[in-house]
């Protein structure tokens, strides 16, 4: 994870116990990753294949 996106999550409140200090900010050394925000996450499975006919079918 980049530092600039623990930044941005640091200003978002989604970092529990984060505190800033001018410009930097101060982690406690427990702090849990946030979880995953993004609504859609589309996880496919070992057993699915993709082809191009269910690909298109699934645009549509």
């Known amino acids: ?3 600039r996106r623990i ?3 640091c ?3 989604r970092v529990m116990g984060a505190v800033r200090f001018g410009y930097a900010w101060a982690i406690p050394k ?3 990753k946030p979880a995953d925000a ?3 996450l589309k996880v496919k499975s070992k057993g699915d ?3 191009a006919k269910q690909y298109s079918d699934y645009r549509r």
């Open 1 to 3: 994870m980049s530092e």
């Open 7 to 9: 930044q941005k999550l």
């Open 11 to 13: 200003e978002e409140n």
């Open 30 to 32: 427990d702090a849990e």
């Open 38 to 40: 993004r609504k859609n």
């Open 49 to 51: 294949s993709w082809n």
